[in-house]
Nanobody, 118 residues
Framework: QVQLQESGPGLVKPSQTLSLSCTVS??????????WSWIRQPPGKGLEWVGA???????YYSPSLKSRTSISRDTSKNQFSLQLSSVTPEDTAVYYC??????????WGQGTQVTVSS
């Protein structure tokens, strides 16, 4: 059974870079035809897909966040990571990492709260 665990700072200052990691256990992130996503939920709002990295290392980003987003991976640690630059308070959200099959998030981490505030 796959498990995902987000980690990273809970507080980031405006204009800085938000950095989160997702550690995956129970399945390799290089398993064929899998993708691994970051999804966020701002307070009082719906879920927003941020981006994903595929089993082959290909990356995909939300058009609205693409200019500020980078997703990478460390296969030796079975981790993938999110960096979101130039953050503002509007980037405050619970951030989730997910495993995707056929464009559906089938497994989710518990989520981590990130607040952007000075």
């Amino acid at each position: 059974q796959v498990q995902l665990q987000e980690s990273g700072p809970g507080l980031v200052k405006p204009s800085q870079t938000l950095s989160l990691s997702c550690t995956v256990s129970g399945e390799s992130i290089t398993t064929s035809y899998r993708a691994w996503s970051w999804i966020r939920q701002p307070p009082g709002k719906g879920l927003e897909w941020v981006g994903a990295i595929g089993y082959d290392g290909s990356t995909y980003y939300s058009p609205s966040l693409k200019s500020r987003t980078s997703i990478s991976r460390d296969t030796s640690k079975n981790q993938f990571s999110l960096q979101l630059s130039s953050v503002t308070p509007e980037d405050t959200a619970v951030y989730y990492c997910t495993k995707d099959e056929d464009y559906t998030s089938t497994d989710w981490g518990q989520g981590t709260q990130v607040t952007v505030s000075s």
